[in-house]
């Protein structure tokens, strides 16, 4: 039997940005591979380059040079009908901005790739209501955003995320708009999904966050520094453990 290939596969990406003198080189030759069920934090600083790779990764943009593979599918080879078709089935995008849409409920909003899919109204209603429940928000299915705190309204955009199946979970800075006691709830539900199998590929800049992560990838200057495999640090991280035993 055939081997599944990586759920992410960037040989050689480069993207410049501007000609000339004024060239500005974002991704200088990055290769990666993140096979199926792996755990990744990809981390740098401002202008190290990585949100330009997860815009690659995320089917947002396209390398300059170099091939990127999703789940097998060489993305490059996609005309924006295909690629639209191939970001909403394969990936499944988290926030820092939670990007809901305003005066639609939570169910509403986790509905919507769904939708987009053409998933008929009943089957995706109930798979809907799966993917709240399982990030504990059961009882706000009818809550608009501005009726949820901050850390709920991450968890609704991890169940839009989750809803659709997707072979990746790529999530953008997703703590960066939380409380510490958000930050431990939203890291928990990454912990748990991590240990059932799905791929998750975390952008963040903070050494806490991606230390729950099995795998840590650095960028500098546009090129991998570091690529290392740890043990995942399991339970809050620091700060908000010392926030937690505050508030007993």
């Given amino acids: 039997m055939t081997p599944a290939p990586p759920v992410l596969d960037v040989r050689g990406a480069t993207k410049v940005y501007g000609t000339g003198d004024t060239a500005v080189h974002a ?13 990744v934090a990809i981390m740098g600083t401002s202008g190290s380059g990585k949100s330009t790779l997860m815009n ?13 593979l999703l789940d097998g599918t060489d993305v490059g080879s996609l005309d924006e009908r295909r690629l639209s078709i191939l970001r909403n089935r394969k990936i499944g995008f988290i926030f820092q901005s939670f990007n809901l849409i305003p005066r639609m409920s939570a169910l ?10 053409g998933v008929k109204t009943a089957d995706r209603r109930l798979r809907a209501e799966a993917a709240l429940a399982r ?10 955003p501005n009726e949820l705190s901050g850390g709920q309204q991450q968890r609704v955009a991890v169940a839009r995320a989750l809803v659709t199946a997707p072979a990746l979970l790529l999530a953008d800075e997703p703590t960066g708009n939380l409380d510490t006691r958000s930050t431990a709830d939203l890291l928990g539900i990454l912990d748990r999904l991590s240990t059932t199998g799905r ?11 991606a230390a729950r992560a099995k795998r840590v990838i650095r960028l500098v200057d546009g090129q991998v520094t570091e690529d290392r495999r740890h043990a995942r640090v399991d339970g809050p991280p620091p700060a908000a453990a010392q926030a937690m035993e505050g508030a007993r």
């Fill in 27 to 39: 991704l200088r030759g990055v290769s990666m591979t993140v096979e199926r069920g792996e755990y």
């Fill in 56 to 68: 690659i990764v995320g089917c947002l943009d396209i390398p300059t040079d170099g091939r990127y």
């Fill in 108 to 117: 509403a909003n986790v509905e919507l790739p769904l939708a987009y899919g």
């Fill in 135 to 144: 990030v504990g928000l059961a009882d706000r299915v009818d809550h608009e």
């Fill in 199 to 209: 791929t998750i590929v975390l952008i963040t800049h903070e050494d806490e966050v």
